[in-house]
Every structure is written in structure tokens, then in C-alpha cells.
């Protein structure tokens, strides 16, 4: 009998996506379409590990479950691990994700968010197929000879750096942790953070939610950027605080925003809410401004992207089965860089 995979947030196209890539693997899935939390994780009782997504809950109550339960891992079908709680996984359960399934597919739809928003196409599409074809308030600006700032050049920012660099745009880029790849590149230079705030004409956010980066755009950040200035978040949500967001609309301070992310996004995003109220006035306010586009964290929405993470996220759980050196596993004690040496896993 393959090992037992206990699925969570199961969505019908994970379901097809896991079931089409599981050959040759054999796991078997339970799929719960709840989220996992504290209340949920009980579910994994007779499973051998979990598969959990962008807003499940690794938390220590969590955890303690998973681990009462014998359940050795928790496969991320995700990159980012925000959600998961480190220090109470450590020892207990081993902890794998997809650190890369298609950063083309994130940067392109950030880059899509960015022309919408410019060009206002998402305004035209209404106004057309009400018979309105007038081009009042729908101006733009050329993006060719602007200024965008890219907070975050890893395997997302590289790509969006190279698009935008193509656009004919100046690109400012921040990152403790510098590439070399763009230092011939004409039209690219790295500066500090606040000459990006102050310099951008469209800012875009492509690093991972840290203590250090958790609201790093904030009133006081904002107030330093240029009037006007488009910022694309497809990040995570909480890179932003949303009140100061929606002031700095408010003031027009901030020209328009693209959202793929947002910071209480677990209770709305992925989820058909069309027959119910909204009940966050955040989002409620958010979605009444024409310059912001919300998009309900699609980035990694593609083809590509679904396969790709089906097949690692297998290949992963398989090689922790098998005993093997998991190559994609992430601990406390990496902070997302792994040290552990080549064939040494992380407990
Ligand atoms: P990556 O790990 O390849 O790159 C992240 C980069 O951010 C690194 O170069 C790192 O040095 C840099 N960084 C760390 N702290 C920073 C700081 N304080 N300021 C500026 N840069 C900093 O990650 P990748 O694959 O490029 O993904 C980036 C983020 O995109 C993920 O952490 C995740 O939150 C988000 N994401 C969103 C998706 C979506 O569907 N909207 C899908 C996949 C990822």
C-alpha cells in the first residue's frame, strides 16, 4: 500500500494536478477541503504526512498534533513557509516546499497587474461592452523611460528586473543579498531602499515576508515615495499595512495598487464568496477604489506552475519516504538558505 497523504485546502484543480503526476509515485491522498489549523489537524490520523498550502496554519498547536499523530512531514505545496512555525517543527516534523515552480509566472502576472493598471484596460472592458467607447480618464503613461523600483531580486524579482529592463525602463533594485547576473545590464543599478521609495514611478515587492520586511510599506515609507507612484504587490500581504495603503489613495499619494496578496487574505482568498457579505471593511474599502486591481493571490496560476509543483511536491515526499537526502527541506536553523551539508538532513 503507497504511503497516505493527508491533503489540505484541496482545490479541484490540486486534486487533478496531484492525481495526473502521482504515477510512478503511488501515494495514496485523502483531500479535505478545509483549511489545516488546530481544529482541523486531527484529520491526519492514519495518514503518514501532510500536504498544506499558502494559508494553512503550521502553527505549535499544530505541530504538537502532526507529531502526536506520527506524521513526519509536512510537504509545503508552495514556496513560501511564512506560515509555518520553525522552531516547534524542528525535531518533529520535517518540513519540505517547492522553492521554485515557475518565477516567470509570478513576474508576469505582476507585470500584467502593472499594465492594467496603467493602461486601465480592466475599466475599457466594462465601458465596451456597455456600448461606452469613449476613452475619457482611461490616459496612461509610457512606461519606456520610467523608473521602477524591485524590492527583492531572487528567482521572482530576477525575472520581473529582466521584463521591466525590456520595457525600456530605468530599474532600481533592492536586496541585501545582491546578484551579479544584471551588472552589465544598461538601464539597472542596485541602491539603498529608501532612494527606491523616493525614486520609483511604479514600485513592486518580491521578497519574502520577514520580521524585517513584515509592513515595510507603511505612512512613513509612503510619504517618501513619488506622488502618484503605482505599487504591485504580489508578494504577501502583510510586506504592506493596508490601512496606510488605503490612505495613501485616499490622498492620491499612492496612483494605484495591484494586489495579489493581501494581509488578512486566508479568510477570502481562493474561495467563491460571491453569495455572501463581505465583512473586512479593509477589503470591502479596498475594492471600491478603480485604481486598485485585487486578484485573489493567482501568480502562480499557470500550467507550468501547477505541474511543476505537483512533481516536486511528490519527488519530495518520496525521497523523505525513501530515507533520502531532501534537498528541498527547510528548518530553523537555515532561515530559508540551507546550511545543512549534502547529505545531511536537517534532524
Ligand atoms: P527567493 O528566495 O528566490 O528571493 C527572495 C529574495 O528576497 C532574495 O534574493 C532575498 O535576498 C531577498 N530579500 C530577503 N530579505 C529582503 C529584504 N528585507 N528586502 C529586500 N529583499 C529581501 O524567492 P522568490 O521565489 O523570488 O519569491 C519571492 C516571494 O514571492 C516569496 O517569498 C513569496 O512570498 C512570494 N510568492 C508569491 C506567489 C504568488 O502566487 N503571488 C508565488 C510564489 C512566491
Known amino acids: 500500500m503507497g504511503k497516505r497523504i493527508a491533503f489540505f485546502d ?16 503511488g501515494f495514496e491522498f485523502g483531500f479535505f477541503e478545509t483549511h489545516l489549523e488546530s481544529s482541523t489537524a486531527s484529520l491526519c490520523e492514519g495518514f503518514d504526512g501532510v500536504c498544506a498550502f499558502v494559508n494553512d496554519t503550521v502553527d505549535a498547536e499544530v505541530i504538537e498534533t502532526l507529531s502526536r499523530h506520527k506524521i513526519g512531514v509536512v ?18 516534523v520535517h518540513v519540505v516546499r517547492v522553492p521554485a515552480y515557475s518565477p516567470h509566472a509570478v513576474a508576469e502576472h505582476s507585470v500584467a497587474l502593472m499594465l492594467s493598471l496603467n493602461r486601465k484596460t480592466h475599466k ?8 461606452n467607447f469613449s476613452i475619457n480618464g482611461l490616459m496612461g ?25 525590456g520595457f525600456g525602463l530605468e530599474v532600481l533594485a533592492y536586496d541585501p543579498n545582491p546578484t551579479d547576473i544584471f551588472d552589465d545590464a544598461a538601464g539597472f543599478r542596485y541602491c539603498s531602499l529608501d532612494e527606491l521609495y523616493a ?10 515576508l520577514t520580521p524585517d ?18 505599487i ?81 511536491t511528490l519527488g519530495n515526499l518520496k525521497t523523505f519516504f525513501d530515507g533520502g537526502f531532501i534537498e ?20
Do not use: W
Open 10 to 25: 484541496t482545490k479541484p484543480y490540486d486534486k487533478r494536478s496531484f492525481e495526473e503526476n502521482n504515477e510512478g509515485f
Open 124 to 131: 475599457a472592458y466594462q465601458r465596451t461592452r456597455e456600448g
Open 232 to 312: 504591485i504587490n504580489t508578494g504577501r500581504g502583510k510586506l504592506i499595512d493596508t490601512d496606510a495603503l488605503i490612505a495613501g489613495l485616499k490622498s492620491g499619494k499612492i496612483g494605484s495598487a495591484g494586489l495579489d496578496v493581501y494581509e488578512e487574505e486566508s479568510e477570502y482568498f481562493f474561495e467563491d464568496k460571491s453569495a455572501e457579505l463581505i465583512n473586512d471593511d479593509t477589503l470591502a474599502r479596498l475594492l471600491t477604489f478603480h485604481n486598485v486591481l485585487v486578484t485573489s493571490h493567482q501568480g502562480f496560476f499557470t500550467a507550468e506552475a501547477i505541474k511543476n509543483i505537483a512533481q516536486t
Open 75 to 92: 510537504a509545503l505545496r508552495c514556496a513560501g513557509y511564512n506560515n509555518v512555525d520553525f522552531q516547534a517543527a524542528y525535531g518533529k
Open 199 to 208: 525614486e520609483s514611478d511604479i514600485i513592486s515587492l518580491h521578497c519574502p
Open 213 to 230: 520586511t513584515t509592513r515595510m510599506i507603511d505612512r512613513e515609507t509612503i510619504s517618501n515615495m513619488k506622488p502618484g507612484v503605482m
Open 141 to 165: 503613461f509610457d512606461m519606456h523611460g520610467r523608473t521602477a523600483g524591485v524590492v527583492g531580486t531572487g528567482k521572482i524579482g530576477q525575472c520581473m528586473v529582466s521584463i521591466l529592463l
Open 328 to 347: 528541498n527541506e527547510i528548518c530553523y536553523r537555515c532561515d530559508g538558505i540551507c546550511r545543512k551539508k549534502k547529505g545531511e538532513n536537517c534532524f
